[in-house]
């Protein structure tokens, strides 16, 4: 099985925080982990994902969210046209994963009927459940059903050998992380199924969450694709991955880090092969 290459491309930050936004019944006093807002590239010679879109400008400036590059724009540097991309792997459908959907004219969506159904059903008569969501996001989506642009996933799903779809739910009524194989193994993109390595690591529940039960047993998930292994599950919105990951390049430090290469790897070492 030939292994993807796998980066994560930081393309906005949120913060200052307190621990009390960012586990359920933590300290609202107490200064909490930044957010860093990621989308993911998994790259082969004969395929390419993008996995999640990011939010626009317009979206990002109405929510306060410091946006540092537009992720349509920040794929072009790994060599990627926005314009090209064939397959777009959306984990859910809030504003920070499925925003600027049109900047990818010839993608076709990777979706769980769950979140679709989610997204567009009764639940978003509620406005707590709703508020994660741009509504003219998901009718854009709609409109890509009906142009036979989506495709659907029902829980599990492979979509080719070395990547895999695995609707955990919790966070939102269909949320999905992905599973790729790559040199270290596999390696699961949790996506907002973990928004911080403490969420997961601590069994400790994000706030912004639809069912604790779904996203307490998403943890176990997480930790079984991983076979195991922390190492190999990534955080949806946590700085410390850029730390942690060493950068393709010195140009991309700050911006891309490599999820293919061991944590811990340094940035020097990296550039220096
Ligand atoms: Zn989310
Ligand atoms: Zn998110």
Redesign the pocket.
Known sequence: MQPFELFAIRYARNGPRTTGQNIIGGDIHETGSDLDFFVWVAKRSDRVFLIDTGMSEETARRRRDELIRVPADAVKLLDIDPTKIEDIILT?L?Y??AGTLSRYPNARFHIQDSEMAYATGRCMCSRLLRR?YEVEDVVHLVRCVHADKVAFADENAEITSGLSLHRVGG??GG?QVVRIWTERGWVVLA??ASHLYANVRNHAPFP?VYRVDEMMEGYATLHRLAEGSWDHVIP?HDPLVMQLYPAPSRELEGIVARLDEPPGARPSARSAT
């Open positions: 859910h809030h920070d994963h994660g966070h939102t949320s996506s907002d912004s949806g």
